[in-house]
Nanobody
Framework: QVQLTESGGTVVQAGESLRLSCTAS????????MAWYRQAPGRQREVVAT???????PYASFVNDRFTISRDDVGNRMFLQMFSLKVEDTAVYYCNTDFQSSHVEPIPWGQGTQDTVVS
């Protein structure tokens, strides 16, 4: 059974940095286009950033220029590095495939990791 697990979320002060991690069991990141998503209270889940598995598409950050995505296919994990966090970045963050662009079904969602930014 495929399982996604996000970690690294915590309470941080505005302006600080945070790195989130995602690991997968039962599947491999290699060969898949991956992405980070987030969902704030009362809002829809949105894509944060995407990364092609083979650089066939350029890296894209859809939310802002303060986030960077990276991946370790050998270790079967991916990361989201967030800089200069703002209160508006408070959300539950999830990882998954870039299923919309790839026209595939998403892997079952993990529980996400809560990032809370306070001023």
């Amino acid at each position: 059974q495929v399982q996604l697990t996000e970690s690294g979320g915590t309470v941080v002060q505005a302006g600080e940095s945070l790195r989130l991690s995602c690991t997968a069991s039962g599947t491999r990141f290699g060969g898949k286009d991956m992405a980070w998503y987030r969902q704030a209270p009362g809002r829809q889940r949105e894509v944060v950033a995407t990364g092609s598995h083979a650089f066939t598409r350029p890296y894209a950050s859809f939310v802002n220029d303060r986030f960077t995505i990276s991946r370790d296919d050998v270790g079967n994990r991916m990361f989201l590095q967030m800089f200069s966090l703002k209160v508006e970045d408070t959300a539950v963050y999830y990882c998954n495939t870039d299923f919309q662009s790839s026209h595939v079904e998403p892997i079952p969602w993990g529980q996400g990791t809560q990032d809370t930014v306070v001023s």
